[in-house]
T-cell receptor, first 116, second 110 residues
């Protein structure tokens, strides 16, 4: 089945440690996104990528890094510089056929990150 | 800064009633609008898309769009306890960026 796979489902980070969250999609979508959701809050954009080898910062990029070496994959690294990483992280993708495209985003199941 | 505003709720309705969820947005050039349902601890799932002024119906769900007033709404008819969730309004902007409201929590009481 086509979809977006995020792993792991749960992740624990120690002080000073970098951790990487995986996001893979087999929908052949061009655009991929990372969001952070805190309890009772909406979605905040961390990074997004329209094409391979290109990505842009979202509203809360500090303390995070990404890469887009393959169309199917968009991993997110939460660095030690992110002092409050505890949150629900959501990866999404969408097709892109130009700015006027009406295509929605589709989401993976999320990764819940906590500090040890 | 493009903004999408929703009443955080909770909105409580009895089973079988109509639930009305509202959303306003600030960017006049936005063309695509989406409603997502998010159960507690789960990821958002798409339930409705709307692009043209007027109403769009899909089963018990009706999305309404008024671009002049920059307003989009979601009506849920014959509400069921299984509809209890947080509903997120999303607006698509330039360069394939999406802007989300903070969500409205809906409680449907049996």
């Amino acid at each position: 089945d086509g979809g977006i796979t995020q792993s792991p489902k749960y992740l624990f980070r120690k002080e000073g440690q970098n951790v990487t969250l995986s996001c893979e999609q087999n929908l052949n979508h061009d655009a991929m996104y990372w969001y952070r959701q805190d309890p009772g809050q909406g979605l905040r954009l961390i990074y997004y990528s329209q094409i391979v080898n290109d990505f842009q910062k979202g509203d809360i990029a500090e303390g995070y890094s990404v890469s887009r070496e393959k169309k199917e994959s968009f991993p997110l690294t939460v660095t030690s510089a992110q002092k409050n990483p505890t949150a629900f992280y959501l990866c999404a993708s969408s097709p892109w056929t130009g700015d006027n495209s009406n295509q929605p985003q589709h989401f993976g199941d999320g990764t819940r990150l906590s500090i040890l | 800064q493009k903004e999408v505003e929703q009443n955080s709720g909770p909105l409580s309705v009895p089973e079988g009633a109509i639930a009305s969820l509202n959303c306003t947005y600030s960017d006049r050039v936005s063309q695509s609008f989406f409603w997502y349902r998010q159960y507690s601890g789960k990821s958002p799932e798409l339930i409705m898309s709307i692009y043209s002024n007027g109403d769009k119906e899909d089963g018990r769900f009706t999305a309404q769009l008024n671009k002049a007033s920059q307003y989009v709404s979601l009506l849920i008819r014959d509400s069921q306890p299984s509809d209890s969730a947080t509903y997120l309004c999303a607006v698509k902007g330039d360069f394939n960026k999406f802007y989300f409201g903070s969500g409205t929590k809906l409680n449907v009481k049996p």
